[in-house]
């Protein structure tokens, strides 16, 4: 179609374009004049499709009296100071820790002997 003709359509008309395939001349739709849109678009009043700025003001103002019950029901239990629970396994370990003897911090030349150990092992180990 040559710009002259694309230029005088008639605004009713359309071309649509796809991807990889042929243009393809067709009727504008007006949802305001179509008789599948029109019974639509006769019930609908007001500000579309945005809603009032009253309705946008009630709506922020139920979010932040939601909001601020869960920051009161967050503030309302963090106020006890509870230990948490333990398993019971837990707390029976604890006991035997509490009656054992500290350990006491092992010596350069213990450390010195595992790392003579493990060398050793190491070296069996690759011998095969």
Do not use: C, W
């Amino acid at each position: 179609m040559p710009e002259d003709e694309a230029r005088r359509m008639n605004l009713d008309d359309i071309v649509l374009v796809v991807d990889a395939q042929m243009p393809v001349r067709a009727k504008r739709i007006k949802y305001y004049e179509d008789r599948f849109f029109k019974e639509t678009f006769d019930r609908q009043s007001g500000d579309f499709p945005y809603p009032s700025t009253s309705d946008q003001m009630r709506g922020l103002q139920g979010q932040i009296h939601a909001l601020d019950q869960k920051i009161g029901s967050v503030q309302m239990s963090s106020g006890k100071k509870e230990k948490p629970a333990r398993r019971s396994e837990i707390d029976a370990l604890a006991a035997e820790d509490a009656g054992a003897e500290p350990q006491s911090v092992p010596a350069v030349e213990a450390y010195q002997d595992a790392s003579a150990r493990v060398d050793q092992f190491m070296e069996r180990a690759a011998d095969g």
